[in-house]
T-cell receptor
Framework: EAQVTQNPRYLITVTGKKLTVTCSQNMNHEYMSWYRQDPGLGLRQIYYSMNVEVTDKGDVPEGYKVSRKEKRNFPLILESPSPNQTSLYFC?????????????FGPGTRLTVT | DAKTTQPPSMDCAEGRAANLPCNHSTISGNEYVYWYRQIHSQGPQYIIHGLKNNETNEMASLIITEDRKSSTLILPHATLRDTAVYYCIVRVAGTGGFKTIFGAGTRLFVKA
């Protein structure tokens, strides 16, 4: 089954404790992306990647890191999480030139930083 | 800055067509318009996209004005399961590729 998976689905952590949220897709997609969703602010793009070793900032990259060493994986790294990073996070992937086709979204990761 | 504007909410009677408008007056010639929807806190689901021509698929139709400054998503026969937040988005070329900018979306309520 074609899908985007994220782990963990739920995470409660403390300020400053480094964490990684994994994202994996099995569709051989070139384009992958991370979003965060907050009440009243909608979905905002954090980082995106056009292909292996090619990443770029979205609208809200501060406090996050990403890497794309393999085509199928695009982990999101929070080196020193803070409470303002409490949010619902979605990973997405897309095929085609410059990722212009439909994006498939993962089920989301709900992160709470205390 | 948001590239699209949508009404915050709309109602529709079950079985009737739902017409969701979107304004994207600053859209560039090579920017596509996409529509997604999100049910509760699930991952957004792709509906349809287009550049300048009207498009139709099994879920919906997309009508883009000739000047491309606005578009309308049409759900021809809305059902209760179509109750969701609908997002109209554009893709914007960044330094490394295409960013995706979501607007605030329209919360569609389909009523029996």
């Amino acid at each position: 089954e074609a899908q985007v998976t994220q782990n963990p689905r739920y995470l409660i952590t403390v300020t400053g404790k480094k964490l990684t949220v994994t994202c994996s897709q099995n569709m051989n997609h070139e384009y992958m992306s991370w979003y965060r969703q907050d009440p009243g602010l909608g979905l905002r793009q954090i980082y995106y990647s056009m292909n292996v070793e090619v990443t770029d900032k979205g609208d809200v990259p501060e406090g996050y890191k990403v890497s794309r060493k393999e085509k199928r994986n695009f982990p999101l790294i929070l080196e020193s999480p803070s409470p303002n990073q409490t949010s619902l996070y979605f990973c997405a992937s897309s095929s085609g030139l410059a990722g212009l086709y439909e994006q498939y979204f993962g089920p989301g990761t709900r992160l709470t930083v205390t | 800055d948001a590239k699209t504007t949508q009404p915050p909410s709309m109602d529709c009677a079950e079985g009737r067509a739902a017409n969701l408008p979107c304004n994207h007056s600053t859209i560039s010639g090579n920017e596509y318009v996409y529509w997604y929807r999100q049910i509760h806190s699930q991952g957004p689901q792709y509906i349809i996209h287009g550049l300048k021509n009207n498009e139709t698929n099994e879920m919906a139709s997309l009508i883009i004005t000739e000047d491309r400054k606005s578009s309308t998503l049409i759900l021809p026969h809305a059902t209760l399961r179509d109750t969701a937040v609908y997002y109209c988005i554009v893709r914007v070329a960044g330094t490394g590729g295409f960013k995706t900018i979501f607007g605030a979306g329209t919360r569609l309520f389909v009523k029996a």
